[in-house]
């Protein structure tokens, strides 16, 4: 049985030994008496603050009240100099383990531990008890970490908590919320059988070798990560984990980062293997550098012939951007226009005349009988980028073209070529002339300098 001093108490709880020794005769926390000697158990103080923190949460319920009247407690706690400071913005309630102050309608508190100073607003409190109520918690829960005291894990299983996950945030916040399903799916052979609590960053690091000796690229398993590490980090928010396991995992470096570019004969290769209802959808990613899901989800309202625009809506950052459409384009999409205009979809699937959903095994077929190797229908976007850039168009019309909100992201599209290297170091040479047609000025002889004292002594 592992017994506790006052001193040692009042170091847990961040109070002063005589505020332990008027709480423990009040019988406010468990404590032993032997005559004038007191001890506490250590167990006990584990439960009494666990109990303590679950009368708090959810914080600022209606019916939560702390134990004492205000007045009371303020009698007990509140620091006899300095207790409450006036200052411009507010007012300041000085207490042995931290404070709360009131600026401009918000109540904060502040409190150190270890050094360190912690400070924070309290969302929601409506008054200095609802603000002292989270200074406790907080200050209980700081201490109870350094201590080796545990807070009790809500346990939950993985694929609940995955579950939960997908229809609390995914879906309410994310457009591809079906790709988090499949890399659930992945997680399920991984850690199905495991409490949330139970996972370590080693079994994270297991996940990812794993991963790799199924033979999955670095890139992808990069993706399966960042679905994770949001999920404990979001488990960490809602209560279930005191800290992400996830946290100091590290993503693989620079396999994300892939380079394949289309050369001018492998376009007309692809092209010529194309299904018919494939090419035009093809020339749209090569003439537009429109993402996949943006041109199979191309509606005929937001292209107007009449301008030689398209208005690209399904965007990755939410934000809709206008395209021009070029002379080859302009044929093919008035082509289809005659052929099923009547449709609200540009791109129609040819077995059943619905939207198109995909295009992989179609595009797999085409580069496989046109002989290419190592190309996905997003290197069409790239292969377009790279045109542009090789074409001398500014980096910031070409950044807008693909719709990203951060140049630095338009630098992964911009290959420069060796060809294009070697003419713009080409151009430095225009204003350069060269060394054998550059004659220095002979400097003027100085009289009485060295090589006419040589001359003269000679």
Not at 63 to 80: E, R, V
Request: net charge positive.
């Amino acid at each position: 049985m592992s017994l506790m001093t006052v001193t040692e108490v009042s170091r847990f709880l961040g109070l002063h030994r005589n505020t332990v020794y008027r709480l423990a005769k009040k019988g406010a926390i468990p404590a032993i008496r032997r005559g004038r000697l007191i001890r506490f158990r250590k167990d006990e103080i584990e439960t009494w603050l666990n109990e303590h923190s679950s009368k708090v949460f959810p914080l600022l319920e209606p019916l939560t009240q702390i134990d004492l009247a205000l007045d009371t407690y303020d009698k007990l706690f509140l620091c006899k100099k300095g207790g409450v400071k006036m200052n411009p913005k507010g007012k300041t309630w000085n207490y042995p383990f931290g404070s709360v102050y009131l600026r401009q309608s918000r109540w904060y508190f502040y409190f150190r531990f270890q050094g360190k100073r912690i400070r924070k607003v309290i969302e929601g409190a409506l008054s200095r008890a609802d603000a002292l109520k989270v200074l406790q918690v907080e200050v209980a829960d700081a201490f109870r970490g350094k201590h080796g005291f545990k807070k009790e894990e809500r346990k939950i299983g993985f694929m609940d908590f995955a579950a939960l996950y997908i229809e609390k945030y995914s879906k309410p916040n994310k457009r591809s919320w079906k790709d988090d399903l499949y890399s659930i799916c992945t997680f399920k052979r991984f850690f199905g059988n495991s409490y949330l609590h139970e996972i370590s960053a080693l079994d994270i690091e297991s996940f990812k070798a794993g991963r790799l000796k199924e033979g999955v690229s670095k890139s992808r398993v990069n993706r399966n990560l960042d679905v994770l590490k949001k999920m404990l980090s979001l488990a960490v928010d809602w209560g279930h984990l005191q800290e992400s396991p996830a946290r100091k995992v590290k993503r693989f470096p620079g396999d994300n980062l892939k380079e394949r570019i289309l050369g001018e004969d492998e376009k007309r290769r692809l092209l010529e293997a194309c299904a018919p209802h494939l090419r035009p959808i093809v020339i749209t990613g090569l003439c537009t550098a429109m993402r996949k899901a943006e041109i199979l989800s191309l509606k005929w309202g937001q292209v107007d012939l009449g301008k030689n625009t398209i208005r690209v809506e399904r965007t990755k950052s939410g934000k809709p951007r206008i395209i021009p459409i070029n002379s080859v384009l302009l044929d093919e999409l008035s082509r289809l226009r005659q052929a099923h205009g009547k449709s609200e979809y540009v791109f129609l699937d040819p077995a059943n005349a619905k939207p198109m959903k995909d295009v992989k095994t179609a595009f797999k077929a085409a580069c496989r009988r046109a002989e290419i190797k190592g190309v996905r229908f997003h290197d069409l976007r790239h292969s377009a980028a790279s045109k542009m850039v090789e074409a001398g168009i500014d980096i910031v019309t070409v950044s807008k073209i693909l719709g990203h909100a951060d140049i630095k992201m338009t630098m992964r599209y911009a290959h420069p070529t060796p060809e294009n290297m070697r003419r713009a170091v080409e151009t430095l040479a225009q204003n350069v002339t060269s060394a054998q047609d550059f004659v220095p000025a002979p400097s003027p002889k100085k009289e009485g300098g060295p090589a006419s004292a040589f001359v003269s002594a000679n």
